[in-house]
């Protein structure tokens, strides 16, 4: 079911093109702000976002505002401050994704030792593959064992000093190379995260192009290492996900019911309170106080992660998350870190639904705070769901669900696509390769990241994934972008209806959508594992940046992105961003060491292309240049061979 494609509300046509949230605010008529009306009442400055001149104001001479004829008080130039700023938004959205990663390190250590109530090793398969990456002797020891050394292992990668992080061994031999030619391959997480902020200091590192190699080990440290480690171990204890159907949007609400969201990107209470809320007492609970149940949904990455392992409706993405509040139907939002709007905490207070950080490192004024410390899991997940029941009864004023809902289906895990690919005993990605190869599948590309209120929520996403499937690519998404295109029915097998015949024909032979959900923003580093599995399957090339791949961010919007993108690029993949200019548009200089530098030394780069129809075809022509360079650009026929032809070649 799919009923998100008729958004016929014109006055929010140029906002957003998701019926449900269109409708909220149609109903609202501006009574409360939005980031849509906070977006049309602030202009964005044209210095801090890069496009006329920079800021700097990394020392009290400045801030500084310079444009390409003129320096800061310290001479420093355009180009310089741009890197340093890029440097710094990259460092920022690395961390974010690495302390994530290391807060699960932490947790698989406590887990292994019993020490995480409702916690426990779930994936011992996994569990064995991340020590084996990581060095560990697994051969006749015990689980809890190896699982308390991987942890140490892994927390010892974000302060490791010198040498390499192990994860970058899962990258093929040839990139591994590339990067040490380059001198760019992370010796621990923090490392290169305080190196950024040493070097960008006043006076220290005044060189763009080097300042940006930092940037890039940073970033890498990023993917192949906080990210990695983050999906690794959640899927070690959460399970690695595996196809499901579930459904999205904010439909998904419930009006007899106690409705709790779950927004933030942890997956560790999310997954306790997925698994109280069918609990008996509770249900009961919920009952005695009128509600027919209790109905978890969630919004963001927390939201892939529950979707991804048990189903759970992601009712929104980014964009969405205000729109849901004023839905008037939730009892309880409960958040943990990264892309929560501050706004919530205000916009809260016209409902009676209460707002609940959990997170010791992210409060929001207006919110309750109830600290999740591993050690409470079970016993705050009862409380928090407790308080929503409680809370049922104070609701006040209308409710107001749109009826707008679709069908998805989710669960991609690397695991899985070689399973679904070849079966659980001969998993391969060969006939990726081969449909690659024989061109039925033109290439594959990541459509990921973000919404931005200065951009139609959801348009380009939809716009880009829509033309590519149509055009025999395969789109692999992750995070608010797989929110985006699901909530318009592109993430069923339904939509090879509006894919070219190559891709539906292997999608329907594998039974695939032609769109894959692979998770959350951090489960980028899944792309990562999938890029090198494809090039160790072999027929296309020895390294990533060989492959007819590309990398999209079409609304990006956080510091993140900037890293995942350097990452990716880094990785040597083409990758795209639109909507809002990567911050570095005014320095020529610097441009060209993302685009021309980084393509010659790591053969993938990174650039800001505003118009989306322009974008989708640079993304075209570098993957089929890709094809030209493979020979495999010609399309292949299919034959259908007889018997007699069958037997004949295996005589050759
Ligand atoms: Fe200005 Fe240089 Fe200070 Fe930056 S570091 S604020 S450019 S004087
Ligand atoms: S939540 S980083 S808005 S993808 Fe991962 Fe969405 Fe971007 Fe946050």
Same mark, same amino acid.
């Given at each position: 079911?799919?009923?998100?494609?008729?958004?016929?509300?014109?006055?929010?046509?140029?906002?957003?093109?998701?019926?449900?949230?269109?409708? &909220?605010?149609?109903?609202?008529?501006?009574?409360? %702000?939005?980031?849509?009306?906070?977006?049309?009442?602030?202009?964005?400055?044209?210095?801090?976002?890069?496009?006329?001149?920079?800021?700097?104001?990394?020392?009290?001479?400045?801030?500084?505002?310079?444009?390409?004829?003129? !320096?800061?008080?310290?001479?420093?130039? /355009?180009?310089?401050?741009?890197?340093?700023?890029?440097?710094?938004?990259?460092?920022?959205?690395? +961390?974010?994704?690495? #302390?994530?990663?290391?807060?699960?390190?932490? /947790? /698989?250590?406590?887990?292994?030792?019993? $020490?995480?109530?409702?916690?426990?090793?779930?994936?011992?398969?996994?569990?064995?593959?991340?020590?084996?990456?990581?060095?560990?002797?697994?051969?006749?020891?015990?689980?809890? =064992?190896?699982? /308390?050394?991987?942890?140490?292992?892994?927390?010892?990668?974000?302060?490791?000093?010198?040498?390499?992080?192990? *994860?970058?061994?899962?990258?093929?031999?040839?990139?591994?190379?590339?990067?040490?030619?380059?001198?760019?391959?992370?010796?621990?997480?923090?490392?290169?995260?305080?190196?950024?902020?040493?070097?960008?200091?006043?006076?220290?590192?005044?060189?763009?192009?080097?300042?940006?190699?930092?940037?890039?080990?940073?970033?890498? +440290?990023?993917?192949?290492?906080?990210?990695?480690?983050?999906?690794? &171990?959640?899927?070690?204890?959460?399970?690695?996900? =595996?196809?499901?159907?579930?459904?999205?949007?904010?439909?998904?609400?419930?009006?007899?019911?106690?409705?709790?969201?779950?927004?933030?990107?942890?997956?560790?209470?999310?997954?306790?309170?997925?698994?109280?809320?069918?609990?008996?007492?509770?249900?009961?609970?919920?009952?005695?106080?009128?509600?027919?149940?209790?109905?978890?949904?969630?919004?963001?990455?927390?939201?892939?992660?529950?979707?991804?392992?048990?189903?759970?409706?992601?009712?929104?993405?980014?964009? %969405?998350?205000?729109?849901?509040?004023?839905?008037?139907?939730?009892?309880?939002?409960? !958040?943990?870190?990264?892309?929560?709007?501050?706004?919530?905490?205000?916009?809260?207070?016209?409902?009676?639904? $209460?707002?609940?950080?959990?997170?010791?490192?992210?409060?929001?004024?207006?919110?309750?705070?109830?600290?999740?410390?591993?050690?409470?899991?079970? =016993?705050?997940?009862?409380?928090?769901?407790?308080?929503?029941? @409680?809370?049922?009864?104070?609701?006040?004023?209308?409710?107001?669900?749109?009826?707008?809902?679709?069908?998805?289906?989710?669960?991609? %895990?690397?695991?899985?696509?070689?399973?679904?690919?070849?079966?659980?005993?001969?998993?391969?990605?060969?006939?990726?390769? @081969?449909?690659?190869?024989?061109?039925?599948?033109?290439?594959?590309?990541?459509?990921?990241?973000?919404?931005?209120?200065?951009?139609?929520? @959801?348009?380009?996403?939809?716009?880009?994934?829509?033309?590519?499937? $149509?055009?025999?690519?395969?789109?692999?998404?992750?995070?608010?972008?797989?929110?985006?295109?699901?909530?318009?029915?592109?993430?069923?097998?339904?939509?090879?209806?509006?894919?070219?015949?190559?891709?539906?024909?292997?999608?329907?032979?594998?039974?695939?959508?032609?769109?894959?959900?692979?998770?959350?923003?951090?489960?980028?580093?899944?792309?990562?594992?999938?890029?090198? #599995?494809?090039?160790?399957?072999?027929? *296309?090339?020895?390294?990533?940046?060989?492959?007819?791949?590309?990398?999209?961010?079409?609304?990006?919007?956080? =510091?993140?992105?900037?890293?995942?993108?350097?990452?990716?690029?880094?990785?040597?993949?083409?990758?795209?961003?639109?909507?809002?200019? &990567?911050?570095?548009?005014?320095?020529?200089? !610097?441009?060209?060491?993302?685009?021309?530098?980084?393509?010659?030394?790591?053969?993938?780069?990174?650039?800001?292309?505003?118009?989306?129809?322009?974008?989708?075809?640079?993304?075209?022509?570098?993957?089929?240049?890709?094809?030209?360079?493979?020979?495999? #650009?010609?399309?292949?026929?299919?034959?259908?061979?007889?018997?007699?032809?069958?037997?004949?070649? $295996?005589?050759?």
């Amino acid at each position: 079911m799919n009923n998100n494609d008729n958004n016929d509300y014109s006055p929010y046509k140029d906002i957003t093109v998701d019926r449900a949230v269109a409708e &909220i605010l149609r109903e609202s008529q501006g009574r409360l %702000s939005t980031a849509f009306d906070r977006a049309l009442a602030m202009k964005c400055c044209p210095i801090g976002s890069g496009i006329s001149g920079i800021c700097c104001k990394n020392c009290s001479m400045g801030p500084c505002r310079v444009r390409e004829d003129t !320096v800061g008080l310290c001479g420093a130039t /355009l180009g310089t401050i741009t890197a340093r700023n890029l440097a710094r938004q990259i460092a920022a959205g690395a +961390a974010a994704h690495s #302390d994530h990663g290391r807060d699960l390190a932490h /947790l /698989l250590g406590l887990a292994a030792e019993g $020490k995480a109530p409702g916690i426990e090793i779930k994936d011992e398969l996994k569990l064995m593959k991340f020590a084996r990456n990581l060095g560990i002797e697994i051969k006749d020891r015990d689980v809890k =064992e190896i699982a /308390l050394e991987a942890s140490e292992k892994a927390l010892s990668l974000f302060g490791q000093q010198h040498g390499e992080i192990d *994860l970058i061994k899962i990258a093929p031999p040839a990139r591994q190379e590339i990067w040490r030619k380059n001198n760019v391959i992370p010796r621990g997480v923090d490392r290169e995260i305080v190196e950024i902020m040493h070097r960008t200091h006043a006076g220290v590192d005044q060189e763009p192009e080097n300042i940006l190699s930092q940037a890039v080990r940073c970033a890498l +440290a990023d993917g192949w290492g906080g990210s990695m480690i983050a999906t690794e &171990i959640t899927d070690i204890l959460f399970n690695t996900p =595996e196809a499901l159907r579930a459904k999205t949007n904010l439909g998904m609400l419930r009006e007899d019911e106690v409705n709790i969201v779950i927004h933030g990107h942890e997956p560790t209470l999310s997954e306790i309170i997925v698994e109280y809320s069918s609990d008996n007492e509770l249900v009961e609970y919920a009952k005695s106080k009128g509600a027919k149940g209790i109905n978890i949904v969630g919004i963001c990455c927390t939201a892939n992660e529950i979707l991804m392992r048990q189903g759970i409706a992601p009712i929104g993405n980014f964009l %969405s998350q205000e729109a849901a509040i004023m839905t008037g139907a939730i009892e309880l939002m409960v !958040v943990d870190i990264q892309c929560i709007m501050q706004a919530l905490g205000r916009l809260t207070q016209n409902y009676h639904t $209460k707002l609940v950080t959990t997170s010791p490192k992210c409060k929001i004024p207006g919110a309750i705070h109830m600290e999740f410390r591993d050690v409470n899991g079970p =016993e705050l997940a009862k409380e928090i769901i407790k308080m929503a029941i @409680d809370n049922f009864s104070e609701r006040k004023g209308e409710i107001h669900i749109p009826d707008v809902s679709s069908d998805l289906v989710a669960g991609f %895990s690397h695991e899985y696509i070689r399973y679904m690919l070849g079966g659980r005993f001969r998993e391969s990605l060969r006939p990726l390769n @081969d449909a690659i190869i024989d061109g039925r599948i033109q290439g594959v590309v990541g459509v990921v990241g973000c919404n931005n209120a200065r951009h139609c929520q @959801d348009k380009y996403h939809n716009f880009v994934a829509r033309e590519l499937i $149509k055009r025999d690519y395969l789109v692999v998404q992750t995070g608010c972008s797989a929110i985006s295109t699901a909530k318009y029915g592109l993430m069923v097998p339904e939509a090879l209806e509006y894919a070219g015949e190559g891709l539906r024909s292997i999608c329907e032979t594998v039974g695939i959508p032609p769109i894959l959900h692979m998770g959350s923003c951090v489960d980028n580093s899944r792309i990562l594992t999938v890029l090198s #599995d494809v090039v160790e399957e072999g027929g *296309l090339g020895d390294d990533i940046s060989d492959l007819p791949v590309a990398g999209i961010a079409p609304e990006w919007m956080s =510091e993140k992105a900037l890293s995942i993108g350097t990452y990716v690029a880094a990785s040597g993949v083409y990758t795209a961003f639109s909507g809002e200019p &990567i911050p570095v548009e005014s320095s020529p200089e !610097v441009k060209k060491i993302m685009t021309e530098g980084w393509q010659k030394k790591y053969g993938g780069q990174l650039e800001y292309i505003m118009d989306i129809e322009e974008l989708l075809n640079k993304v075209i022509n570098v993957i089929q240049e890709k094809r030209k360079a493979l020979k495999i #650009d010609m399309k292949k026929e299919r034959v259908l061979l007889d018997m007699e032809a069958r037997r004949a070649l $295996k005589d050759v």
